[in-house]
Each structure stands twice: as C-alpha cells, then as structure tokens.
C-alpha cells in the first residue's frame, strides 16, 4: 500500500546507479491518482512501454442490444516490471502526462494470458 492503492510492491531494482525514479511509482516519486483499470497487454513494440486493451459493452437503445467496444491504452512499464509479454492480464493506475500520449502506468501483472 505505498503507493495509495492495494498492490503487492516488487522488488527493489538491481541496478540503482541507472534505475529511472522519475518515472516509477514504487521506489521514485511518481504519483498515482484517478482510475485503476485492468486489461491485456497486446503489443510490446516500444521501449518501456505496453499497449493495454480493454473490451467492454454499450447498451444501444435503438436495437435494445449491447456491442462490444475496446479501448487501447498506452502506458508506461516501470524497470521492477520489466517482464511483459503480449498476453498478460495488468492493472494499470492513472498518474501525470509522462509524453505526448502516456498518461498511465503498469502497477500489477495479474497473470499470464
């Protein structure tokens, strides 16, 4: 609970001479605020970053029927996170506009998809 919200924290980094604090919730001081969501990892292409998907549904009145929408959500993998793969399931937490179209971060690995 370091870091406002109910995560397990990873371990600490090998490396701390040229680990990037500014950028890591656990052990720099980066803020986490805002929503929490979970979603799956579909594209690992760029450095330090993953695209999370989520799928969800909307109700459409004038068939009286739900269609699937999805979201794509770039956020950014902190160096203790390192581990990603296309397919596992992690929540990602809101925090302050890190790029151009960064605005979240990995917190969780909920499992391998």
């Not at 701390?16 to 986490?32: A, I, M, N, R």
């Not at 990603?84 to 909920?110: C, F, M, N, Q, W």
Request: with cysteine; hydrophobic share 30%; glycine share 8%.
């Amino acid at each position: 609970m370091a870091i406002g919200i109910d995560v397990p924290t990873p371990p600490e980094p090998d490396n701390p001479e040229d680990y990037d604090y500014e950028k890591c919730p656990f052990y720099g001081q980066l803020s986490v605020r805002g929503q929490t969501r979970e979603g799956t990892v579909v594209s690992t292409d760029m450095a330090k970053t993953v695209i999370v998907e989520r799928e969800y549904d909307v109700f459409v009145p004038k068939y009286d029927r739900y269609m699937k929408r999805r979201s794509r959500i770039p956020a950014h993998v902190p160096g203790v996170l390192d581990s990603l793969e296309v397919g596992d399931e992690v929540t990602i937490a809101e925090t302050r506009p890190l790029s151009k179209t960064k605005s979240h971060v990995v917190v969780e690995i909920l499992g391998d998809g």
